[in-house]
């Protein structure tokens, strides 16, 4: 059964930090591009950063340059989203999903293959 299983999400305050992770079951995450995205209420879901199969390139959405971070331990089935100086805009869903595709287009949630079931990220005061 391959599944990927989002935590870490929390109410936090503004300014604040979180740490995400995106756990693999069933699969190895070698081969894949792996991105986060984020479903804010009554809105489109947009992408938030990806990050090659090696690891060795990464993209950010320009609203987040500077204050989140991807990551990922293919021996662990795992990626990982640290993301700090937290802002109110921040607060949605947040998905991880896996891409067979190039990682120029991984922001595209239309390049995605496989999604886990997300994890809610409120930040407010």
């Known amino acids: 059964q391959r599944q990927l299983v989002e935590s870490g999400g929390g109410l936090v305050q503004p300014g604040g930090s979180l740490r995400l992770s995106c756990a693999a079951s069933?699969?190895?995450?070698?081969?894949?591009?792996i991105g986060w995205f984020r479903q804010a209420p009554g809105k489109e879901r947009e992408g938030v950063s990806c990050?090659?199969?090696?690891?060795?390139?990464?993209n950010y959405a320009d609203s987040v340059k500077g204050r989140f971070t991807i990551s990922r331990d293919n021996a662990k089935r795992t990626a990982y989203l640290q993301m700090n100086s937290l802002k109110p805009e921040d607060t949605g869903i947040y998905y991880c999903?896996?891409?067979?595709?190039?990682?120029?287009?991984?922001?595209?949630?239309?390049?995605?293959?496989?999604w886990g079931q997300g994890t809610q990220v409120t930040v407010s005061s």
């Open positions: 990050i090659s199969s090696s690891g060795g390139r990464t």
């Open positions: 999903g896996v891409d067979s595709g190039n990682i120029n287009y991984c922001l595209n949630q239309y390049e995605y293959d496989y």
């Open positions: 069933g699969f190895t995450l070698d081969y894949y591009v």
